[in-house]
């Protein structure tokens, strides 16, 4: 059963608007969220990241919200540019006693943003 | 540049031919792991070495193995690939005193079984 969930495939958005890319989660035992952006013939790169102590982070147009009653997590970027097209896969991880746990990896949302 | 090297980066493999994918990485991470990701699927965890410290998920086959010769080369081996065993396989690396959880990707090697 998956325990990280992207439920939208694909999607599209003008340049210049915000994207919205959702994420969901079962174990609440996680507590330390990712977001990795994965080009064609490239490996996935680690774009930003959220402890469950937060609900925001930011970094430059990026920025991840955490609802940790919802076990949902967003990654909104403004504004979209071209160059952000690409595919945007969610990650968990679980705290084991301080040690880091294993990433668990969501499908993946195929992102366009249009010109 | 530091980087994480698969080569090579498409390999096709005969039913039951064993095969090697290979993984190196100029980082001097600490933390190795091989993942297989499947068409429209996540990237899933088949094992990863803490140092020379080898740890398998409990639901890898064991048709998958893994070497570490020594910290910058990591090996997978699949001793008997079936037609199931067509994916993407990703290599990455981890500092253990880097940000939890971000890890470093290789751009993967493209396995097909004929």
């Known amino acids: 059963d998956q325990q990280v969930k992207q439920n939208s495939p694909s999607l599209s958005v003008q340049e210049g608007r915000i994207s919205i890319l959702n994420c969901d989660y079962t174990?609440?035992?996680?507590?330390?969220f990712l977001w990795y952006k994965k080009y064609p013939a490239e490996g996935p790169t680690f774009l930003i990241s959220i402890s469950s102590i937060k609900d925001k982070n930011e970094d430059g147009r990026f920025t991840v919200f955490l609802n940790k009653s919802a076990k949902h997590l967003s990654l909104h970027i403004v504004p979209s540019q071209p160059g952000d097209s690409a595919v945007y896969f969610c990650a968990a991880a679980r705290n084991y006693g301080g040690s880091q746990g294993n990433l668990i990896f969501g499908k993946g949302t195929k992102l366009s943003v249009k010109p | 540049d530091a980087m994480v090297i698969q080569n090579p980066r498409y390999q096709v493999t005969q039913f039951g031919k064993p095969v090697t994918l290979s993984c190196s990485q100029t980082l001097n991470h600490n933390v190795m792991y091989w993942y297989q990701q499947k068409s429209s699927q996540a990237p899933k965890l088949l094992f990863h070495y803490y140092d020379k410290d080898f740890n398998n998920e409990a639901d890898t086959p064991d048709n998958f193995q893994s070497r570490r010769p020594n910290t910058s080369f990591c090996f997978l081996d699949i001793r008997s690939p079936g037609l199931g065993d067509a994916a993407m396989y990703l290599c990455?690396?981890?500092?253990?005193?880097?940000?939890?959880?971000?890890?470093?990707f290789g751009p993967g090697t493209r396995l097909t079984v004929t």
């Open positions: 990455a690396t981890s500092r253990v005193q880097a940000l939890r959880g971000e890890q470093y």
């Open positions: 174990n609440s035992m996680f507590d330390y």
